[in-house]
């Protein structure tokens, strides 16, 4: 029973507040928050022909004069580069801030994803990789999702 509750109070906050992201590999730097839009708890649906939006909340450990966003799927074994276009510039989606960025800056981050209709509809992760002007990491995070079609 005290388990179950420890677990529960662990576990609430992601629920309520949506942070639904795990650690990246190699130690890079998390995110203090991220927010899929519509997803409390992971799997996170992706609908095929919809946008999936993320708001990022990080802090920078440096000073940063360019950003990056690389986005890697990996489904059923395969890893492949997500193509994010012109939603890859991630100096251009800041919220309430703007390049460069001074260290210890706290920064939110507004990241479509288009979902294409011809997607399969399988699971998988997502690694969200924010990288600088030397390609070194700034913030990074995985989320769980599944591709679904419109309800």
Same mark, same amino acid.
């Given at each position: 029973?005290?388990?179950?509750?420890?677990? =529960?109070?662990l576990? %609430?906050?992601? !629920?309520? $507040?949506?942070?639904?992201?795990?650690?990246?590999? /190699?130690g890079?730097?998390?995110?203090?928050?991220?927010?899929?839009?519509?997803? &409390? !708890? !992971?799997?996170? /649906? +992706?609908v095929r022909?919809?946008d999936?939006? %993320?708001?990022?909340d *990080?802090?920078?450990?440096?000073?940063?004069t360019?950003?990056?966003t690389?986005?890697?799927?990996?489904? +059923?074994?395969?890893?492949?580069?997500?193509?994010?276009g &012109?939603?890859?510039?991630?100096c251009? *989606?800041?919220?309430?801030?703007?390049?460069?960025l001074?260290?210890n800056?706290?920064? &939110?981050?507004? +990241?479509?994803?288009?979902?294409?209709? =011809? $997607?399969?509809?399988?699971?998988l992760?997502?690694?969200?990789?924010?990288?600088?002007?030397?390609n070194?990491s700034?913030?990074? *995070?995985?989320?769980?999702?599944?591709?679904?079609?419109r309800?």
């Amino acid at each position: 029973m005290f388990r179950a509750l420890v677990l =529960i109070a662990l576990l %609430a906050p992601a !629920a309520v $507040y949506g942070n639904v992201s795990r650690a990246c590999t /190699n130690g890079r730097p998390q995110p203090t928050h991220v927010n899929v839009h519509g997803c &409390t !708890a !992971a799997p996170c /649906n +992706l609908v095929r022909g919809e946008d999936v939006i %993320a708001d990022i909340d *990080f802090t920078t450990n440096r000073a940063v004069t360019s950003m990056t966003t690389i986005a890697t799927a990996t489904a +059923l074994g395969v890893v492949t580069n997500y193509p994010l276009g &012109t939603n890859g510039i991630t100096c251009n *989606f800041l919220q309430g801030s703007s390049c460069p960025l001074s260290v210890n800056e706290d920064v &939110t981050y507004q +990241l479509r994803m288009p979902i294409l209709s =011809i $997607y399969p509809l399988v699971s998988l992760s997502i690694e969200i990789d924010v990288v600088d002007q030397a390609n070194e990491s700034v913030t990074c *995070f995985v989320v769980d999702a599944q591709v679904v079609t419109r309800t």
